[in-house]
Each structure stands twice: as C-alpha cells, then as structure tokens.
C-alpha cells in the first residue's frame, strides 16, 4: 500500500489496490476518491491530541452536582430515611427522595406491544417503597461540589427490612419463589414459543442427533467514559437543555419531554464526544431523569458522573442465557433440524424504552439463521430476578445464538465424522438463493456465505493448519480449530421498534449546506461514538457534492440543529446515516449545477461539478469555482434573476423499508492452545471474513471489526458478573472483573467480501457488532476441539480455567 494526497485535499488517504470484487461494484458517484479509502476520520487527531470535549469537561455557571445513595442490598423494604445531618453539611443544596421526583416525573412500564404478554411493573426514578436491587438508587444528594455530595451521603441514614430476593432464574417461575412484583402474578417478564411443523419428524429420522445445554454468564459494557448526564433547566424561557454521553438523542429528547410533560421543542439534549457506548447508553436509566428532575427543582444545572463502582451495579448487564439446544442431521451432513429452551434473566424490570425481552427474542429468531433447514422450534422465558437490569449490549441476542447455533454444528460434524467446515459449506444457504427466508421467519436478503467460507479456507490455510494441530497433538499439545458462520441484523426498519410503540426513529436524516467559502456543512441525526460516523459522512459527502475532503465538516448530536432521527444503534450508522448523507450531497450537488447555469447562462446537461469547481462536461474546463458560486448566491443575489433563488441548504431523509433488517454475514475462525496441566486458554490466531455490503472506509471496517471480537472474546474466557446467593454483586469493580488486555489477544486477520444491498444507493451494510457475534462461537468452538481427544467439553461461558479442568475431571 502507498499513501498519497490527493490533489488540492490536503488530507491524507491512503490509496490501496482494489481487489476483483470491488473493481465490479458500480460507483455511486461521479468522481469517487474517497468512497472504500482509508481516510483519516476527522476527530482523530484532536482526540490524540487531549482536546476532546466529553462530559465530564463541561462546567456550566452555578453547576451542582448529585451523588446517590443506593440499595447495599437485592431487595428491601424502605422503613424510614434520615437525611437530617446530611443537610446540614456544607455546600449541599437539596436532598430528594422518591417522592420528591415523582412530583415532577412521570413513571413509565418498559413494554413493546408486539412482543405479545409481555410485562413489567410500573418505575421511578428513585425507589418509592422498595428497592429491587443492589444499586437501585434511592436517594439523592445534590451539593455545590462532588466531594460535598459524597461527605453529605455519608451521614445519611435509610432503615431497611431486607426482603428475599429471587436470584436464581432457574428458580424464578417455581410455586415457592417469592414474586418481586405480586401484581404481576409471577416473576414472568415474557415468553413466546415458535413451531414451524415437522421438528419432532425430523429428530425421528435423523441419521446423529447432537444436542448440549449452554451457560451465558451475565457481563457489562465497561466503556472508557462512564455514563454521565448534565441537566440544565431554564426557568426563565422553561427550557431543558440535557447534556448526554449516549447514542440516541432525539429518542432520548422525546422521553424527557413526554415523563416531565414539556413540548418537544422545549427540549435540547446534546452529545459531544462520547468515551464509548457498545449499547450501554441507548436506554433511559432511572438516575437520568432523577438528575433532570433535580434540576428542575433545583433550577439550576445538575450533573451526575457516575464512578466506576456504582456502574457495575447501575449500568445494565445483557447475555445472562442457558440454553437447552439440540440439532438434527443425516449421514450426508444435511441439518434437518435445530430446537432450543432459552431461559433468561433479566433485572426487577424491563429497561425503558428498548425493553429487557429483546434479547432472547433476538435469541429465538436467530438460531440456525445462516443454515437452508426448513424445521426449527423454540420456547424462550424471560424471567425477573433481583439483580441488575439486563437489557441491549453489542450485539443483542447474537453471540448466545451464534453460539448455540455453531455449537451444535460442531457436535453434529462430530457426531459423523465431518470436517466441520465441509459441514458447514454443505449448509448455508447458497449465495445464488438468495433472497431467502430463515427457518425462523427471518428475511435475508443477499449473503454470501459460500464466499465468505472459500475466502478463509485460503486466509487461514486451513490444511496446513490442519497438518500442524495433528503433529502437534501427538506431542501433547492440545490445540484446537473453531469456526462460527454468522449472520448479523442491521439497518433496522420500522419493525424492529416502531410497531411496538417505542417511539424510536427508523429513519434519519442529514442537512448539507454549502458555505460562501465553497465548504460543505453536513448535519446528521446519526451522532458518533468512536466507531467512525462521522469520518464516513465526510466521505460520502464529499464524493457525493465533489469537493476535497477537507472541505467537509461534520456536525452531530444536537437535536437543535440536526436532523430528526434514530441515533446510533442497531449497527446502523453507515447503512441509515450513510444513506441520507448521500441523499444530500445528490441534491445539493444538483442545486449547484442548477445556480451555474443560471450563472453562466448555459443548460444543465453542458455542466458538471468536479473536486470543488463546475466544469465544462466533455473538456473538463473549469468554468465555476464553488466559492466564487457562493459569493454570488450569498451576496450578489441581485445578479441573478427575480424569479431565480439559489437553494444551497437541502435535508434529505432515508428509511429502509425493503426488509425489516438488512443482514451482515460472515466467518471466523479461531485457533487456540489449552494447557491441560491449568485450564487456561492461550489465544493464537483469530480470522474474520466479513460482508458488510459496499466498504466506505476500510481501515474503519477492521477496527470495529477486531475491536468487536476482542469484545466477544471477552465474553467468552474472562467477564463475567458474579452473584452470591443474597443477589449481592462479588466482583464489582475492575480489580476483579476481568476484561480483555492487549497482551492477551491474539494477532487478528480481517478480509471482506463485498454485497451491497440493493435496498439503498451506497448499498451499506452494518458491521459494528459482527465480531462480537462470531467471536464467543469461534473460541468455544476452538477449545471444545482442543479438549475433544480428551473427550471433554465445555458450553459454559465465560470459559474459565476452573470449568476446563472441571470437563477434563481435573477437580471436582
């Protein structure tokens, strides 16, 4: 690769040969330079350099600040408060309790109508009568510093009767467990069952039946920057303005103004730059709209941080699985059939607006998503349980069911006696048959999974991968090959949120505006987090208009001046976001052309715009620099004729409305080393093959890529939330929960394939969580391989040394 600046841009892209495959998708703009290359995004280097701006860095004049005190306990009754000598510390300012924020905020029932049964009980901000589990908030301090609000907490008093918890979600629905909410009759958040006809035939004739149960431990985003909100109410124009470390800020502008009944235009929430969000802040929590609240009553601005500690208890944890699965197949290595009982437990409540069921039914429509079998069935409970709300974490329902899924394809290679990636190759569905229907219902639209498993065969060298493990094996060194072919719902439609009822935006939109200087301004709705949105935009935007690349800025997260939409979620930046941009740079470019001509007194078809000047088409004589088209649009509108007015600032939208979700697919592999002497797992090699459609910006891609599977290898050897049996976290705090470290992770590989989607004009997929969904699988699968001489297995995960030398009979 060599790296070049292109001409009069000024920025460096790094110019790389196009592979066959490329060279065949047709270009989506005239002249595309920076479409498919490694551009540097925008932020970086002021973000290297310290000069980001995250929440914590905000300071508004007469800002307070609030702390909580929280449940030390899972469940308990709440006797009596004593904030007395509390109050009277220095610097504090109000002390709030449940009832005091009640008066100003609504409460709200996290349910979708379409997920049908499902309930949750009524919630507050603060704890009313009860709190439900260790690190519900409660109370509220707010004083003129944060140590203030910290030395106050300490001197307040809550009596408690502890009440018994339910912990165990195996033990949730039994006659004898206690109900977290009796007027809900049971401890059932939602259940729903899924037959397509034909299963119990298929297991009757099947030639191996395999089948496994599979643990998920219950595990956290731990994000660079905590969750952190400020809040400034204005009594003056009864305005709110929200300051946010989040990903959806119009979703989360509604909800304030509908719990605190506000007009919608007398709300602003604002993200700047965001440490991190992975799912962990799309949701409405309890202690956000306290802290707006707070303000309100306060009527000054109020800011909440939360530290570390209290975020492994108030932040929402996801994956908390055990999966009952088993899958049919014949002798030819034809899969017939997969079945499932997913049971999952979720907090005392459904997260609010997304909802804690989403997960598992993810789960159920997702098992044997990439296979052609035709019978499938599966039962899901969603159960309550007195620990931290579960809810949406990158990924959402996929690495469990990308997990049980390519499990069981193991087990069933295994069982007769197929290498599993022919087994594999002889099930997916072909990419010639495609669009095509999952056994689930699911709607795939274009995959390509028979390219993606001949790219890595290749990428890998899987025979002279082979060759080794099996010398190797003969001098006792155990390791082990593990694959998982993966699908990956993104770009969402109306029906993954809106036919439920949340009110979260499906479409979003961007503004383009050209400036006087020649400049491009681009709003989108979609915001940026550290995944590369905003570096993506600019490059859309500026192959879509036809300006260098620094000429493009980009403006995000401001409900006040961008465009209604969804946000960040669903791996949907580049495929919704993308989408508008390139809507509005069409229309802004054709806006363009349309003031030439009346400039220069030519017809439209005789223009063209290239790299920031209108040119003569056919000779490419520049006829029209951009900024002297805007000094005339902007300043000598006199010139131009009366009845003419030059449009240089368009908003385009864009909503997928093809398929309720575009899928991403791909293969991983992984390649590991198990020393039997003490259980730990050494990671080798991890391989990723990929499909996310049209690549905007490749080195963007690899870096959600890689950072996506060291986050799912995560999940499956090291994190973990560890309950005791009184529902009280063990390991709430970064000494003790184990995340992925540099040094632990294997070299990663990374190579594309590319179907654009036909659905749109970029033809973008999402690529944000398809690491995260194959890696849990491909390292199961490899350590299962290693152990498999040894007659061991292991389907629990986070996959400890403790549980391997337990599956090799090494303790008890």
């Known amino acids: 690769m060599s790296t070049a600046l292109h001409p009069r841009a000024g920025v460096e892209v790094e110019e790389r040969p196009r592979t066959e495959q490329e060279k065949l998708l047709p270009p989506v703009t005239e002249d595309p330079r920076y479409i498919g290359s490694n551009a540097e995004r925008p932020s970086a280097r002021r973000l290297v350099e310290g000069r980001g701006q995250f929440l914590d860095d905000i300071e508004l004049p007469r800002m307070a600040h609030v702390v909580f005190w929280r449940s030390p306990v899972a469940h308990m009754r709440i006797l009596r408060i004593d904030v007395e000598a509390a109050r009277r510390m220095p610097g504090v300012i109000r002390i709030a309790d449940g009832q005091d ?71 949730a629905l039994a006659p004898t467990t206690p109900l977290i909410h009796p007027e809900l009759g049971d ?16 297991f009757a004739r099947a030639d191996a039946v395999a089948e496994a149960t599979f643990e998920f431990g219950r595990h956290t985003g731990v994000t660079l920057e905590p969750r952190a909100v400020l809040a400034d109410w204005n009594p003056g124009d009864q305005r709110l303005t929200v300051y946010h470390s989040f990903q959806a800020p119009h979703m989360m502008q509604d909800l304030y103004a509908r719990q605190f009944d506000l007009p919608e235009s007398a709300v602003r929430v604002i993200c700047r730059d965001v440490g991190g969000s992975f799912g962990i802040k799309v949701h409405a929590y309890p ?8 303000s309100m009553l306060c009527r000054r601005p109020v800011k909440f941080m939360a530290d570390r500690l209290e975020s492994f208890t108030s932040d929402i944890h996801a994956r908390h699985h055990r999966v009952k699965g088993r899958i049919a197949c014949n002798r030819d290595g034809e899969i017939l059939a997969f079945e499932i009982d997913d049971l999952t437990g979720i907090g005392p409540y459904s997260m609010f607006p997304r909802t804690s069921a989403i997960e598992g039914n993810q789960v159920v429509n997702l098992v044997g998503g990439p296979y052609k079998h035709k019978q499938y069935r599966a039962h899901l409970d969603v159960v309550f349980q007195n620990k931290t709300p579960t809810c949406q974490y990158r990924g959402v329902g996929h690495p469990i069911a990308c997990a049980v899924t390519e499990g069981l394809v193991d087990l069933a290679a295994r069982k007769i006696g197929m290498d599993p990636l022919e087994f594999r190759q002889r099930n997916v569905i072909p990419d010639d048959a495609y669009p095509a229907t999952g056994a689930s219902g699911i709607k795939l639209e274009s995959l390509s999974h028979d390219q993606c498993l001949a790219k890595i065969r290749t990428l890998m060298d899987y025979p002279a991968l082979l060759a080794e493990q099996k010398a190797l094996r003969a001098q006792g060194i155990h390791r082990g090959i593990g694959f998982a072919t993966l699908i990956e719902l993104t770009n969402p439609s109306a029906a993954f949120y809106g036919v439920g009822g949340a009110r979260i935006a499906s479409q ?45 800025r980009v403006v995000t997260g401001d409900t006040d001046v961008t465009p209604y939409g969804g946000g960040t979620w669903a791996s949907r930046g580049a495929g919704i976001g993308g989408e508008a941009v390139l809507l509005a740079g069409q229309a802004l470019r054709a806006n363009v052309l349309q003031l030439a001509a009346v400039i220069l007194k030519r017809e439209v078809a005789e223009l063209a715009v290239h790299r920031g000047e ?18 005339i649009a902007y300043y000598r509108s006199d010139t131009l004729p009366a009845d003419f007015t030059p449009e240089l600032m368009v908003t385009r939208h864009y909503a997928q409305r093809d398929y309720p979700f575009i899928f991403t697919n791909g293969i991983q592999a992984a390649y590991v080393e198990v ?50 049996d009184e529902g009280l976290m063990r390991n709430a705090s970064l000494a003790d929960y184990l995340v992925p470290m540099s040094g632990e992770m294997p070299d990663i590989v990374v190579a594309h394939v590319e179907t654009p989607t036909r659905s749109s004009q970029l033809g973008a997929k999402g690529a944000g969580e398809a690491g995260t969904a194959g890696a849990p699988a491909a390292v199961m699968n490899a350590i299962n391989d290693a152990l498999a001489p040894l007659q061991a297995q292991v389907w629990s995960q986070p996959a400890t040394p403790e549980k391997i030398l337990r599956a090799l009979g090494h303790v008890g």
């Open 187 to 202: 401890n059932l958040c939602f259940t729903r069952h899924l037959d397509t006809g034909g299963v119990d035939e298929a």
């Open 614 to 631: 209108v040119v003569e088409r056919g000779t490419g004589k520049t006829l029209l620099p951009f900024a002297e088209l805007g000094r």
């Open 101 to 171: 924020i009640a008066a100003v905020c609504k409460p709200w029932v996290a349910t979708l109508a379409h997920l049908a049964g499902m309930k949750s009980a009524p919630q507050y901000p603060l704890a009313m009568e009860r709190a439900c589990w260790q690190g519900e908030p409660v109370l509220a301090v707010v004083a003129e510093t944060r140590e203030q609000a910290e030395d106050a907490l300490q001197l307040v008093q809550v009596d408690f009767e502890r009440l018994p918890p339910v912990v165990d979600m195996e033990a």
């Open 675 to 724: 020393d039997t002497e003490t259980g730990f797992v050494k990671l080798l090699k991890h391989w990723a093959v990929e499909d996310c459609g049209r690549v905007i910006n490749p080195g963007l891609v690899d870096e959600q890529i890689r950072g996506a599977i060291v986050q799912g290898i995560g999940g499956a050897l090291l994190e973990e939330c560890l309950y005791d």
């Open 508 to 552: 979003d939109g961007a503004t383009m505006r050209l400036d006087p200087s020649g400049a491009i301004v681009v709003m989108s709705g979609v915001g940026e987090q550290g995944q590369g949105n905003e570096g993506i935009f600019r490059q859309i935007a500026a192959d879509a208009v036809g300006v260098d690349l620094d000429k493009v």
């Open 287 to 294: 202690d956000d709209f306290a802290t707006v609240a707070l």
